[in-house]
């Protein structure tokens, strides 16, 4: 029984700025031809190998930014993954004499394989603890490198040949272009290896990959319980940016030819997150801008004549922002004042040294501060935050978005099954509260199913028990799926979410830095059958399952009202559109049953007279809805059925009317003794 | 009142950016090393030896008529820097020598680039055995690597045969993590199989250790009768204190750098009687030297060298350089090479009176009759043999037949 | 037997070093969720600013002033580094900017002070002491008991007196202490402050035994982090446990197993405590809430 409902207007998205498609490729092909041209323009070999070890850079931090930008992870382990690689290609050479492809591919290969190992107890903290992890597998990293000298030759490190990129005495030819050229093969290898890691980069962040990245930092209990394991993308995210700090590694091996233990320490990590938060995070230039800074930042703060021009351009930025900031009257303009004037100071104190080694480091360390106070989205992000025209396409793109297909389709789930859903004796305990004392429920498909009790009374937790986020002490939870029926107590939010629930959330959990459609097309992840390498290599396949998810979130959004807003970010939508969001990703979810978790909660009453239209249109789709609500005429006007919920104890269980005249309820509700204290309640 | 500073800061800015010509073109040498972090305390010791020979060397003219300008850059002890550095020296600042390197693992990584470039590279403080040797024959036509301090096998030879003219069979050698104390430690263990000695204990340690006691333990139930130390001032010092703590008392020969001032402070009374081998004792005896400390006191303002034998040696490397380019008379890197291995002048340095210091095969200036043992005595560094004390003023020339 | 002992005894000593300073992590993670990556440095900074007054007044008088200066570096990271950082919702721009401020801070002492590591005057003898078959040096105790005796008065601090029950209050729970009229944000620079004091002290305690340079803070800052994680950010125990597990831990391999492993064994604890209990030993288990 599958029924389809016209979208209800299909108004015409906000047509967004599209110019910003056309930087990226304008600024990919102009990389590409500028990398190509380079060697031929400045012919010195050292600023050739400046490029190419800005390009390897590069490389890790365009994957470092898939850990931190997208999934806002802090790794303070990259620097290790980048040793594992480079170690990989060295020890290949060392022991088999194995060259710089063999060197690469050994590099993705192990490296990814350490990702993985540094996932795993990643996967579980966040925060300093997370920085903490990271830290650790670097260090261990490093003393196993140290110490493994029958494997890496230890402290004394591993001295490489000059790599052979292309090996033409094996057709027993000469090089076409003789020995200069030959010289820049390794240059060229490195450069179509950054092209290469752009394109697949780029290409990645797009795909559902990519989107649940961003959905995890934004939401974790969100994107969990919209089917996208928070565990496993997380693992995709390291590996993927382990692999890419691994052909970095194996470059950055060959491209130096000399390896040892200590080149991959704490300091070369804080250098890396450096580039990403000054460069920009979520993009593509911003890396390799920050990687550029980073790697020439030495030899610029070398030398006094360029830190003093240097230091110029850093006062007057320093001016123009205090400046501004007083025109404008901004909040913390006094606040400015202090690091404004620190950084006046250092103008003239640039003049006064003679040599600037000695404070090298105070320059950078107040170069970081600069970027953490002025720039924290990076050069890029002040870029994009100035030119409107150059934000990022992928959340601007398809101008031609139409809606297609059915916004909703029901399941057949518990076709014929009574109940849909049944929970007995459910009892969940933190401690020594029960905050579910043995509740029974029962749901009847293609009904609205109401859940109401005093605060405390333990619907929320029973909202938490029914999609995974608490397991619960006792009792059991079964979904009635076609014929045969399913335990969902003790499995994960994800899998829950995959059995056909969905929910939304009474404090509002969007992926607030995505668009209206992403958070939508989010909730429709279990209808992309692509792989990864369909997001990498963009086959038809994955081009097609975009064009026809875009089509059906744009259809899921117009039923819900919001698709001349689907290209807002969800933190810029009004508290009311943000419920109906919440609503419109997880019906993309195709749920059997919707848990609706107080949706009008904070609503005008125009917004819940939208809202209770919506809600029934739902249940006339045939999707069985539990609601949660205060609104006691929501509650009365839409509930088939009422369960009441007090002190963790079912009260009363009826239709609307039934239940309002229950004594016991009315007791709950208007103040007996008990009724008046209120319980903490999750 | 924003525009006029704004205007004002453009003004500066613009005015920096155009540097006013100079009138002599000088000859750039290329001065790096470690100048920030850890291993700091030589580099500058090495950089300000290195200053003041140029000085004094531009004060009296030049080398062919042009003044030298020292182009320092920080190698930050991190190998990829000094690579860096390596190919910024030799291709923009268009060096046409270097002097310096503190870190072995800093100097194999960056060297090939002068290699490649046929520019001399002079090692006036790091001492890995390799160095040298990183571009030997049949290999390479020509090395382009030059030494003037007294690298790891003559070092641990020293130690080993101090150790066993001592009388002591049971040696326990502790050695840093680093590549530098790797490389010693593996100098001395294979010095010690040639005399068919095993070492009872082979313990590490690592920069910044704070305590020594399972090292020392381990060493101490092995029954070690002396301790060979390879690593730098400051954990030696902590090796020193360590066996203090413990109340376990044997002689302690260590690398050249327990004559660094960190280790004299933190080791303090502890360090008493701890024995190093070193091509430079802060005495005054001979007049070159009393003139060489005597400036570097004044013109940095100081009492005593931090690393004294960087100082020493990157001063003197200086001197020999501007000898072989004196001698090219031009600043080609082959020809400065050549002149190298066939220096005709008698370089009068601290460290001593350079006669060929090196030939085509040998690129290391310093010979194992050079080396003397000190001791520390009270906060100070002095000869550890009396009769070394006794020809202090007798400059050790380099042997003929040298390993 | 002997042996263990005195490997123990040493672990110990060590390990509380590490306590000390993880404990000043804590301080600042409770209040405001991020802690002072440059608290190696803050502690070399106290060390150093000691070591100079110690010729003209002293190492018991010196401690006074040296709190003092701890203090107010802590206020200044405070509102140097992690204020404009968190107020911006940089997600781990106070990481940044407290490195960054670490550097600068090491950087300018190797300026000031030298490069060179530095002799710290012993205020105890320094000839070791023995107590059945181990030896001990006076200071080491002198040590624990600073470490310890720091840790308690600040614990009384937070009990007892109007700005440390602040403190608590803003720790359990930062909204509500705001809403209860706690300027939350002074209380936030306060346990900075206190956290650099905590770090500055025991730059002085242990500056004696270990060395004294701008260096000095870096390697023991690293691993303290490690202590506090492994005993939880939010547990006063929890520091001291883990670091005299990690201290114990490093001495026990470097005899046992291999010096060149020496660190490997604690730091694999980390991480296998972190894969079962993402909050630490003794951090609390924070229930989900929706």
């Known amino acids: 029984m599958a029924q389809t409902l016209a979208p209800v207007g299909a108004a015409d998205p906000a047509a967004a700025p599209s110019l910003s498609r056309h930087v990226g490729a304008l600024g990919a092909v102009l990389l590409a031809v500028g990398l190509a041209a380079f060697p031929h323009v400045v012919t010195s070999s050292y600023y050739i190998h400046l490029v190419v070890v800005i390009a390897i850079y590069a490389i890790l931090i365009l994957g470092l930014d898939i850990v931190v930008g997208y999934t806002g992870q802090v790794s303070l382990g990259h620097a290790g993954l980048f040793g594992v690689g480079a170690y990989a290609a060295a020890v290949l050479f060392l022991h088999f004499k194995l060259g710089v492809w063999w060197g690469i591919l050994a590099g993705i290969g192990v490296t990814s394989a350490f990702g993985v190992l540094l996932a795993v107890p990643a996967l579980r903290v966040t925060g300093p603890y997370l920085a903490m992890v990271t830290l650790a597998f670097g260090t261990i990293v490093q003393i196993f490198i140290n110490e493994l000298t029958p494997l890496t030759n230890g402290p004394l490190g591993v001295t490489l040949p000059p790599a052979r990129v292309l090996d033409f005495s094996l057709l027993g030819l000469q090089a076409p272009w003789g020995a200069a050229g030959r010289r820049l093969e390794f240059y060229y290898l490195v450069c179509l290896a950054l092209l290469v890691t752009i394109l697949v980069v780029n290409r990645v962040v797009r795909s559902p990959y990519g989107r649940a990245f961003e959905a995890l930092r934004d939401s974790p209990i969100a994107c969990d319980c919209m089917g996208v394991s928070v565990y496993r993308y997380k693992v995709y995210a390291f590996v993927i940016s382990a692999a890419l700090a691994g052909l970095a590694g194996a470059l950055f091996a060959w491209s130096e030819r000399y390896v040892a233990p200590n080149s991959y320490g704490f300091e070369l990590t804080v250098l890396f997150l450096l580039a990403v938060t000054m460069g920009g995070r979520k993009s593509r230039a911003g890396p390799i801008l920050g990687a550029a800074i980073v790697v020439m930042m030495p030899n610029v703060l070398a030398d006094i004549g360029l830190v003093r021009i240097m230091a110029g351009l850093i006062a007057l930025a320093a001016l123009v922002v205090v400046g501004l900031a007083f025109l404008r009257r901004r909040e913390n303009r006094f606040a400015l004042l202090v690091p404004v004037g620190l950084c006046l100071a250092f103008f003239p104190a640039t003049l006064a040294l003679e040599s600037v080694t000695d404070f090298r480091l105070t320059v950078f360390g107040l170069m970081i501060l600069f970027v953490v106070y002025y720039l924290p989205d990076g050069i890029v992000g002040f870029v994009r935050g100035a030119i409107p025209a150059l934000r990022p396409a992928h959340t601007a793109a398809g101008r031609d978005l139409h809606a297609a297909g059915p916004a909703l389709s029901a399941q057949s789930g518990g076709a014929g099954a009574d109940p849909l859903l049944t929970v007995e004796q459910v009892l969940m305990q933190f401690g020594g509260l029960k905050a579910l004392a043995g509740v029974d429920l029962a749901v009847r498909p293609g009904t609205i199913h109401g859940l109401i009790g005093p605060n405390g009374s333990g619907k929320s937790t029973m909202m938490n028990v029914l999609t995974g986020i608490y397991r619960p002490t006792g009792g059991s939870v079964t979904l009635a799926r076609g014929q045969g029926t399913r335990r969902l107590d003790g499995r994960t939010p994800s899998e829950i979410a995959a059995a056909g629930i969905a929910r939304t959330f009474q404090n509002v959990q969007l992926f607030r830095e995505m668009t209206a459609l992403e958070n939508v097309l989010v909730g429709l992840h279990h209808s992309f059958r692509g792989t990864l390498f369909d997001a990498i290599l963009g086959t038809p396949r994955r081009r097609r399952e975009e064009r026809e998810q875009r089509a059906r979130a744009m259809a899921i959004l117009d039923f819900v009202g919001l698709g001349a807003l689907a290209q807002v970010e969800a933190r810029n939508l009004p508290y009311g559109k943000q419920r109906l969001l919440e609503i419109g990703r997880a019906l993309a979810l195709d749920p059997v049953l919707l848990l609706l978790d107080e949706p009008a909660a904070g609503l005008t009453a125009p917004d819940i007279a939208e809202l209770t239209t919506i809600i029934r249109k739902i249940r006339d789709a045939g999707i069985t809805v539990i609601l949660i609500e205060h609104h006691m005429d929501v509650v009365m006007g839409l509930c088939d059925r009422v369960t009441v919920l007090d002190f963790g104890h079912k009260i009363a269980e009826g239709s609307a009317r039934e239940v309002q005249a229950d004594p016991k309820v009315v007791e709950a509700y208007l103040g007996s003794p008990v009724a008046d204290e209120e319980m903490t309640h999750a | ?403 | 037997m002997a042996i263990l002992l005195q490997l123990i005894a040493s672990g110990v000593a060590v390990g509380m070093i590490y306590a000390a300073i993880a404990f000043g992590y804590q301080l600042t993670f409770a209040t405001s969720k991020t802690l002072n990556f440059g608290q190696g440095e803050a502690l070399a900074l106290g060390a150093l600013f000691g070591l100079t007054l110690v010729p003209f007044i002293g190492y018991w008088l010196m401690i006074p002033l040296v709190l003092v200066f701890g203090f107010a570096l802590g206020a200044v990271v405070e509102r140097l580094g992690v204020r404009p950082a968190v107020t911006i919702k940089s997600e781990y721009g106070w990481i940044m900017a407290t490195i960054a401020l670490g550097i600068i801070f090491k950087n300018v002492a190797e300026n000031v002070w030298g490069r060179d590591d530095l002799k710290f005057p012993s205020p105890l003898p320094e000839t070791a002491l023995e107590v059945g078959g181990i030896r001990i040096l006076p200071m080491e105790l002198l040590i624990v008991a600073g470490a310890l005796l720091m840790m308690l008065a600040v614990e009384i601090f937070n009990r007892k007196s109007i700005w440390g029950k602040a403190v608590v209050a803003t720790s359990n729970d930062i909204d509500a202490a705001g809403l209860m009229g706690i300027n939350t944000q002074r209380v936030i620079t306060l346990s900075y402050s206190i956290s650099a004091m905590t770090a500055a002290f025991a730059g002085v305690l242990v500056a004696p035994v270990t060395l004294t340079g701008a260096t000095m803070g870096s390697v023991l800052a690293l691993k303290a982090f490690a202590v506090a994680i492994i005993g939880g950010l939010e547990s006063g125990l929890g520091v001291i446990v883990g670091g005299l597990i990690l201290g114990v831990a490093e001495t026990l391999t470097g005899f046992y197993i291999s010096t060149g492993y020496k660190d490997v064994p604690g730091l694999i604890l980390l991480l296998v405590v972190l894969s079962i209990r993402p909050v630490g030993l003794f951090g609390k288990a924070v229930i989900k809430k929706v």
């Open chain 2, 1 to 403: 009142m924003i525009f006029a500073s704004r205007a004002a800061a453009a003004a500066l800015v613009i005015t920096l950016a155009a540097t006013p010509a100079r009138a002599a073109d000088p000859i750039k040498i290329g001065l790096t090393g470690p100048f920030t972090g850890g291993s700091s305390s030589m580099g500058v010791s090495m950089r300000d030896g290195a200053k003041l020979a140029a000085a004094e060397i531009n004060k009296a003219g030049g080398v062919l008529g042009r003044p030298i300008q020292l182009v320092e850059r920080d190698d930050e002890a991190k190998n990829e820097v000094g690579a860096q550095v390596a190919q910024e020296l030799i291709s923009k600042e268009k060096v046409v020598a270097t002097v310096g390197f503190i870190n072995t693992g800093v100097a194999l990584a960056a060297q090939r680039f002068y290699q490649e470039a046929e520019i001399p590279v002079f090692n006036n403080v790091a001492t890995g055995t390799i160095i040298t040797n990183q571009f030997k024959e049949p290999d390479y036509d020509a090395n382009y690597v030059f030494r003037n301090s007294a690298y790891d096998v003559l070092q641990a030879g020293l130690m080993v045969d101090e150790a066993l003219a001592q009388g002591h069979k049971k040696i326990a050698v502790l050695a840093d993590s680093t590549n530098y104390g790797q490389l010693g430690r593996e100098d001395i263990e294979k010095y010690l199989a040639t005399k068919n000695v095993k070492p009872v204990a082979v313990e590490k340690f690592n920069i910044k250790d704070v305590d020594m006691t399972a090292q020392l333990l381990k060493a101490q139930q092995a029954g070690a009768e002396v301790i060979l130390a390879y690593g730098i001032g400051p954990e030696l010092a902590q090796i020193a204190n360590g066996m203090a703590k413990l109340g376990w008392k044997v002689p302690m020969i260590t690398s050249w750098p327990s004559s660094m001032q960190s280790f004299v402070d933190i080791a303090g009374p502890n360090g008493n009687g701890v024995i190093m081998p070193q091509t430079f004792i802060e005495d005054q005896t001979l007049p070159k030297r009393k003139a060489f400390l005597e400036n570097y006191y004044k013109t940095y303002g100081v009492t005593k060298i931090p690393t004294p034998v960087a100082g020493a040696q990157a001063y003197d490397s200086i001197f020999l350089l501007a000898a072989a380019i004196k001698q090219a008379g031009s600043t080609d890197g082959v020809k400065i090479r050549t002149a190298l291995e066939n220096l005709n002048e008698k370089v009068e340095g601290v460290v001593t009176t350079y006669e060929k210091p090196f030939t085509a095969k040998d690129h290391n200036a310093i010979s194992r009759n050079m080396v003397v043992f000190g001791k520390v005595q009270d906060g100070k560094i002095v000869y550890a043999k009396a009769e070394d004390a006794k020809n202090a003023g007798v400059v050790r020339v380099k042997e003929k037949t040298s390993n």
